[in-house]
């Protein structure tokens, strides 16, 4: 038996980011930045105005009010998008739409609202009437106000979020340098295993493992490839790796690793030299599979785990997230964190094997109304067990239980690993 520690690290040690490749922003969300951004352009990229109204000198309309209004002449229209610099000159106004900008000569924007000019569209009127005084650099949106040109914006290392990319447009970018994402392989196996939602003959189970690995892979930041289902038949498994292997990055199988009498997984991987097998001290996860495939010459690390899904879904946020993460290139967020927690009732757990349990997570204000408890109890009644997937939906995270403990009581003090 090796320990989790041991086995991650086999696991890290094997996978890595591809090499990072320049890609149009629609590709790249989710992606992880390989290089700092710089701005190459300021945000705003030219002074322009922040009201549908009328450039203006400032000077002109110092005495403007109601009472008192300033006639202009219009000069020139400027829609949002217009290259003319009109020029204003004393006496004069410009009609100006929002994001137009702002012309030679005007140092303020009046509102449509604080002129004669009804708002919304009409025709360049020939004069208007301006009822309100605008100190210098009213309404006036200025170059660089937000990002200065060669400023950094972005930072390597760092997922790509909506905002990113919209920030990356804003500063002159059509095309970022980001690590491609990872497509990961979802297949399953096992002869029992019909489609979700087929009625099921004696014997037979739904395949919950795919939706749940692919969910997984999604949350992990990945993109799932869905290879199906194999029967417990080792041509059909060898046959669909080779057919499909050069359109993953990676491969997740369920099932098939432990010591039937059918566990094809390990019956036709094992041979192929770097994919190892082991007995991994946790609880549940304890039969694991993980090597490197080859595409060519491209290296594509599989992970085999086994098929119960609680297993699955252990295994996965305890060596596969890791690993994605690792692959991706992101910087930060390698394991999933842990808080402290109290049990709220005892369970038992298995001894030599770190348990990872399905939890509820109850918090509750202490009596002074000051910080909470975090309070856990297990998720399934049935407590800990690998096969008790229809619980997996209430678990809010797994509590991690050393190998040496062989209960839990009321009241005792455990990590929690929080979980998507
Ligand atoms: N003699 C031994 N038997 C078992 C051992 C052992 O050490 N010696 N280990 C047990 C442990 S622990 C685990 S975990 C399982 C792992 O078994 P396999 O990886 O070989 O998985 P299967 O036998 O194929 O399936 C186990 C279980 O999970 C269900 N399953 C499988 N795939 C799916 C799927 N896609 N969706 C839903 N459920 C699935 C399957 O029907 C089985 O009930 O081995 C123990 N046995
Ligand atoms: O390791 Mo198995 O996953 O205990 O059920």
Redesign the pocket.
């Known amino acids: 038996m090796i320990s989790v520690e041991q086995h991650l690290d086999r696991v890290l040690a094997a996978v890595g980011p591809a090499a990072p490749r320049r890609t149009p922003l629609a590709g790249a969300h989710g992606c992880v930045l390989a290089e700092d951004v710089r701005a190459v352009v300021p945000v705003p990229p030219f002074d322009n105005s922040a009201m549908d109204g009328f450039a203006v000198r400032a000077a002109d309309v110092r005495a403007a009010t109601t009472g008192t209004p300033v006639r202009l002449a219009v000069v020139a229209d400027l829609p949002a998008g217009s290259g003319e610099r009109p020029e204003v000159r004393p006496g004069t106004a410009v009609r100006i739409m929002t994001g137009a900008p702002v012309p030679p000569g005007a140092d303020a924007v009046v509102p449509v609202e604080d002129t004669d000019v009804p708002p919304g569209p009409h025709p360049l009127p020939a004069t208007v009437e301006v009822r309100r005084a605008v100190p210098p650099g009213t309404h006036v949106r200025r170059a660089g106000d937000d990002v200065a040109r060669g400023a950094v914006v972005l930072r390597a290392g760092t997922p790509l979020r909506a905002r990113d990319l919209s920030t990356a447009a804003s500063a002159g970018h059509g095309e970022l340098l980001v690590h491609p994402p990872v497509r990961v392989g979802v297949l399953s196996t096992g002869s029992e295993l019909v489609a979700p939602g087929t009625p099921l003959a004696h014997g037979q189970i739904p395949d919950s493992n795919a939706v749940l690995v692919a969910g997984m892979v999604h949350e992990s930041g990945g993109v799932p490839v869905l290879l199906g289902s194999v029967d417990d038949d080792p041509d059909a498994l060898r046959g669909l790796l080779a057919a499909r292997l050069g359109e993953v990055d990676a491969v997740v199988t369920t099932g098939g690793v432990s010591a039937g009498a059918y566990d094809v997984v390990k019956e036709v991987l094992a041979p192929l030299g770097d994919v190892a097998f082991d007995k991994v001290a ?6 694991q599979g993980f090597g490197t495939l080859r595409d060519g010459g491209r290296p594509v690390p599989l992970f085999a785990l ?1 098929g ?1 899904p ?2 699955v879904f252990v295994s996965f946020q305890v060596f596969v997230h890791p690993a994605l993460t690792r692959m991706r290139a992101l910087v930060a967020g390698g394991a999933r964190p842990t808080v402290a927690a109290v049990a709220a009732q005892g369970w038992r757990c298995p001894a030599g094997r770190r348990q990872y349990i399905p939890v509820v997570v109850e918090t509750s204000d202490a009596p002074d109304g000051s910080s909470g408890t975090v309070r856990v109890r297990p998720a399934a009644a049935g407590g800990s067990g ?1 096969h008790l997937v229809a619980s997996l939906a209430l678990a809010d995270a797994l509590a991690v239980v050393g190998d040496d403990v062989e209960e839990v009581h009321e009241g005792d003090a455990v990590r929690v690993m929080m979980v998507p």
């Open positions: 946790m609880q549940p996860g304890k039969p086994p119960n609680v297993s690998s």
